[in-house]
């Protein structure tokens, strides 16, 4: 089967994932994409296994003479709770031209490359796209078929030689909790990679230190009639705490290795209004003090308004990976060579977000970024490259045979 063929049997799978909620996975149905994969790993001959939280990890042992760094291949089957993931309809545009795509006439739904510049890169690609209704799934249906597209090759040509390797498929990325349960122990590798990145060529060894902030405004209902020196509307007090954040560090005028406080939610009444930010930048120092500037606002507040108005609850996600990679070194070379073999100019960005490589680096698996083909994730303008989604493949085989020289 091609790298294609899975991809488009795995986007009809609704895999998506939910936030806020105890349940692990947070939606039963990503189990049955998971299950599906571990049969396939099985068909391959392979020990593969998936334990009570979904994670499904498989071996492939190595076919060399010598002891060689054992490495991982991750990709999570999540797919993000911003848009549907039910019922995509992916269509394959072959060679494209460089003009505008009409996704849906109905709806009146197209890919513009002047709105999305990166499709100018795009001529002559045949692309996957979707019907404009739903997201595709590349983020990281894409992943999870490069890495099986690999799996089958491994396994079919005896002659292709490698160390050790190990197969990760996680739940739940996209809503912060994919190595949440995952015991590091099971993997048993020296290091690993992420296959969740846009544009292949990309090796990402940094990312976002992140938190959320969950901030709750407590008012006094009094009737609006006789409310004068009586009332305190909720409402407007989370209104100024927001209005004394920094206003350069929001999320929509922030680029590059720029942080930013986001509003992400905001919900209430008088009596009661509940914010969520998240909280992100690639400079420790940075992020710690933007979570002070949460905790002095609401001092400041609880000061003016009466003791106990603003409560601020922040809670770290996930830290700048390159912290841990600057010591692995070895990790990002291998990649880096690998693109250039395959005649790529890698490409090297700071994650504005996050992976579970980010989590997996701190928990003891070094584990960069990288590129899969895919572009616009969370959306219904998202679509993958199959010309790239090819490349990732050879990128995956010349790094594992790579991994063999250290």
Known sequence: MSVLNRFLNYVKYDTQSKSDVEDYPSTSKQLVLLNDLLEELKSFGLEANIDNYGYV???IKGNINKKAKTVALIAHVDTSPDASGKDVKAKIIEKYDGKE????????????????PNLKSKIGDSLVVTDGTTLLGADDKLGVAEIMDFVEYTVNNPDY???DIVIVFTPDEEVGNGTQFLDIKSIDADFGYTLDGSQVGEIAYENFNAATAKITVYG????PG???????????VAYEFNQMLPKFMRAEITENYEGFNHLLH??????KCEMTYIIRNHDKQI??????DFNENSTYLNKKYGKNTVKVDIEDSYFNMKDILDDHQEVIDIAIASIKEKGITPIIEPIRGGTDGARLTFMGLPCPNLGTGGYNFHGPYEYASITEMNLAVEIIKTIVSKVTEI
């Open 57 to 59: 990890i498989a071996r």
């Open 101 to 116: 795509i009409l996704l849906n006439e109905e709806k009146g739904i197209s890919l513009n490359p002047n709105i999305f």
């Open 161 to 163: 030689k490698h160390g």
């Open 220 to 223: 006094k209902l009094v009737h």
């Open 226 to 236: 006789s409310a004068k020196n009586k009332m305190l509307n909720a409402i407007d």
């Open 266 to 271: 905001i919900n209430g009444s008088v009596e």
């Open 287 to 292: 992020f710690e003090k933007q979570k002070i």
